[in-house]
């Protein structure tokens, strides 16, 4: 069974940081595309950014140069890393691991809440 327990989020301040972290059990990281989405009430879910197998990162440009995805292999954990918050990153963060093709699978955390006061 596929759990991501996501963790770290919390209230902050404009300018603030913050480290999300998501515990991944019955899957090992390192050997899948993993995802940090985001979600603001009223709008849709949107990917934040991305770590693949191989070590290759993507981010939305809303967060470029100010994020920063990363991941533990040893603890099998992914990380975000936030900096120089904003009160548009106010939202839910959810960790997801998806694979496409034959044996494909699509999980997800249960999301923690990360706020950012102006």
């Known amino acids: 069974q596929v759990q991501l327990v996501e963790s770290g989020g919390g209230l902050v301040q404009a300018g603030g940081s913050l480290r999300l972290s998501c515990a991944a059990s019955?899957?090992?990281?390192?050997?899948?595309?993993m995802g940090w989405y985001r979600q603001a009430p009223g709008k849709e879910r949107e990917l934040v950014a991305g770590?693949?197998?191989?070590?290759?990162?993507n981010y939305a440009d809303s967060v470029k140069g100010r994020f920063s995805i990363s991941r533990d292999n040893a603890k099998n954990t992914v990380y975000l890393q936030m900096n120089s918050l904003e009160p548009e990153d106010t939202a839910v963060y959810y960790c997801?691991?998806?694979?496409?093709?034959?044996?494909?699978?699509?999980?997800w955390g249960q999301g923690t809440q990360v706020t950012v006061s102006s």
């Open positions: 019955g899957i090992i990281v390192s050997n899948n595309v």
């Open positions: 770590i693949t197998r191989g070590g290759f990162t």
């Open positions: 997801n691991v998806r694979r496409t093709g034959p044996l494909s699978y699509d999980y």
